[in-house]
């Protein structure tokens, strides 16, 4: 078991249930090649879950993506991750975990630092990623759900994720 310490990230500023859910376009990186979207095209499309998650390599993030993959939300929902990984390196983990999910790519973190959910990581100076986070987004990206971690690592409550995502 890998050792290491709990970091308490205290509260943060994130949209809520009910508002809506900032934009955004980025490179989104599927099995085949990459793109740059906007959230709220795929939005239009039908309801997304954004998950937001440590850098690929990281073992929470890994965890992560094992167990959505593993739930198989995709039936009800498209489910779109967000980390500060490059497009390169989204492009392996989705090969490396056979996941089949899409993952935008934000190395500048602007994203999370806009949705109030940048953390800084210890010991990097000038390196931010966004903490673990999951936004169920409408069609009009009105959040109807949201989760965000107030320690590091944290892991999103999957139970309660994917009743939201069934009383959709």
Not at 84 to 111: C, K, M, Q, W
Request: glycine share 8%; charged share 25%; no cysteine.
């Amino acid at each position: 078991m890998v050792e290491f310490d709990v970091v308490e990230l205290g509260p943060a500023d994130h949209p809520e249930v009910g508002d809506t859910a900032p934009d955004f376009t980025r490179p989104l990186v599927g099995p085949e090649f990459w793109e740059d979207v906007s959230l709220s095209a795929l939005a239009e499309e039908g309801p997304v879950l954004l998950v937001f998650t440590p850098m690929d390599g990281a073992f929470p993030a890994t965890y992560v993506w094992n167990e959505i993959r593993d739930r198989e939300w995709e039936e009800s929902v498209r489910v779109v991750g967000l980390s500060i990984s490059t497009p390169y390196e989204h492009a392996d983990l989705l090969t490396e975990r056979g996941i089949d999910y899409e993952l935008f790519s934000d190395p500048g973190n602007g994203v999370a630092r806009e949705y109030g959910i940048e953390h800084a990581l210890d010991g990097m100076t000038g390196i931010s990623e966004p903490r673990p986070a999951v936004f169920l987004l409408d069609t009009d990206r009105t959040i109807e759900y949201a989760w965000v971690a107030e320690e590091w690592p944290d892991f999103p409550p999957y139970d309660a994720v994917e009743d939201a995502i069934e009383s959709l």
